[in-house]
């Protein structure tokens, strides 16, 4: 009888042993997350508060805990140099025990903080980075790209506007390594489908007077004018396009990087007609719709793309460790790309080998006046863009996509 009982016991002990609950590991007995943001500068608007409400809704809605353990969101300013986001995040790792950095926007403060992540083997989800060397030359399997990346806003919104008669393209650039690669790859699919580009002008970073390179690309006649860069400058482009006639004369702007708070900004009478792709709208269906108010409800504006994409990421991040029933970096890693990411931000998503959360893309076109029909009802919804066409196969030079 008491060898039995024995026996009972060893067995109960050896199945407790072996159950998730038990054997689940986080590690300092909590899951911290660091919103790694812009506070206060030209990106704040797109990120900032709004980036850090989103992850503490993801974490909040999770219920607060992760495989019992509590999760915990802290807030840094990197001011947008690299140098501040690279202090910050090895500071975080080293010394705060984060395990997991989220945002980070402007492609160089980005690439700073891949390069601590993959020194420190802790995982970083960037949401406004676009460089494509993020998952190409520089691939990481500590480092996935959310949201877009230049080569899917380009290309989607360069295809997909030639393929409605826009077969010719003047190229406003920024004159830095993000503008250059817009017009780059909207370049490329523009003359790849028997479309013409008949120039470029380059304005420096936020320059105050654009009214010169507006003219340039006004007297080009080409049928589109494409934006190849992002705020403080796409906002004035527009915003000056509008005081020199440029869509009452018949061409048409396409924004490659525009976001729903640029729109918002600049104002339905000026941006009216302008075309853009974009990873999320929250005014496209039930389930963008109800989480965009919950949203609303906080931050008193509608959230743009990459602020969704901290939320949905959050949320795979947590559903992965409660899978993995650990927050071992690479483990997780590897549960978020087993499963496909459907919520109410991606449609037909996937995490890919090489840690790019591809998904389709929409083409959309920002609507006159009288057809917005209440606050935030900004965008007719054009074309659906897969996201096998937008963001293209996996790029060679990253070592895991070889695998």
Same mark, same amino acid.
């Given at each position: ?24 590991q986080?590690s300092? #007995?909590?899951v ?7 506070m *206060? ?5 797109p ?5 850090v409400?989103?992850?503490q809704?993801?974490v909040d ?5 992760v495989?019992?353990?509590?999760i915990?969101?802290?807030?840094g300013d ?5 140098d501040?986001?690279?202090t910050i995040?090895?500071?975080?790792y080293?010394?705060?025990?984060? #395990?997991?950095?989220?945002d980070v926007?402007?492609?160089?403060v980005?690439?700073?903080v891949?390069n ?15 460089a ?12 996935i790209q959310?949201v877009?990346d ?20 003047f ?7 993000f ?5 780059k790859?909207a ?25 010169s390179f ?5 007297a ?5 004018i ?6 403080? *400058?796409?906002t004035?482009?527009?915003k000056t396009?509008?005081e020199?006639?440029v ?8 924004a ?14 000026a941006a009216?007609g ?10 496209m269906?039930d ?15 509608m ?5 969704a994409g ?8 947590l ?12 483990k ?5 790309r087993e499963?496909?990411?459907e ?6 998503g996937?995490?890919?080998e ?15 006046p ?19 066409d937008?963001f ?10 070889k695998k």
């Amino acid at each position: 009888m008491k060898a039995t009982r024995l026996a009972m016991f060893g067995t109960l002990a050896a199945a407790l042993l072996a159950s998730p609950t038990v054997s689940a590991q986080v590690s300092d #007995d909590i899951v911290k997350i660091g919103v790694l943001t812009d506070m *206060n500068g030209p990106a704040s608007t797109p990120t900032g508060q709004g980036s850090v409400t989103a992850a503490q809704m993801a974490v909040d809605d999770f219920g607060g805990k992760v495989l019992g353990k509590p999760i915990s969101v802290i807030v840094g300013d990197h001011q947008l140099k690299p140098d501040i986001g690279a202090t910050i995040a090895r500071r975080w790792y080293d010394v705060d025990q984060v #395990d997991l950095i989220v945002d980070v926007p402007v492609s160089a403060v980005g690439l700073a903080v891949q390069n601590i992540a993959n020194e420190k083997k802790k995982l970083f989800i960037t949401h406004s980075t676009g460089a494509t060397d993020f998952h190409g030359k520089f691939c990481s399997p500590y480092a996935i790209q959310w949201v877009f990346d230049t080569r899917a806003l380009a290309v989607g919104t360069a295809q997909e506007v030639v393929k409605r008669g826009g077969d010719s393209w003047f190229f406003i650039t920024d004159d830095y390594a993000f503008g250059h690669s817009l017009e780059k790859d909207a370049s490329a699919i523009v003359t790849k489908n028997a479309g013409k580009v008949l120039g470029a002008v380059r304005p420096p970073f936020a320059t105050p007077d654009l009214s010169s390179f507006i003219l340039q690309a006004q007297a080009s006649k080409a049928k589109i004018i494409g934006i190849a860069g992002g705020p403080p *400058n796409n906002t004035n482009e527009i915003k000056t396009a509008a005081e020199f006639g440029v869509f009452a004369g018949g061409q048409q702007m396409a924004a490659l990087l525009a976001l729903i708070t640029d729109i918002h900004s600049i104002g339905l009478s000026a941006a009216q007609g302008l075309l853009l792709t974009t990873s999320f709208y929250w005014d496209m269906d039930d389930k963008t719709r109800e989480w965009s108010k919950r949203y609303f409800a906080k931050m008193n504006r509608m959230p743009t793309m990459w602020q969704a994409g901290v939320y949905s990421s959050v949320t795979a991040y947590l559903n992965a460790i409660k899978d993995a029933g650990t927050d071992d970096p690479l483990k997780v890693a590897a549960k978020m790309r087993e499963k496909p990411v459907e919520d109410f931000f991606a449609r037909n998503g996937k995490l890919r080998e090489d840690n790019l959360m591809v998904h389709d893309l929409w083409l959309v076109q920002v609507k006159t006046p009288a057809e917005s029909k209440y606050p935030w009802d900004y965008y007719k919804i054009l074309a659906k863009i897969s996201g096998e066409d937008a963001f293209g196969p996996p790029d060679p030079a990253c070592a895991m996509a070889k695998k």
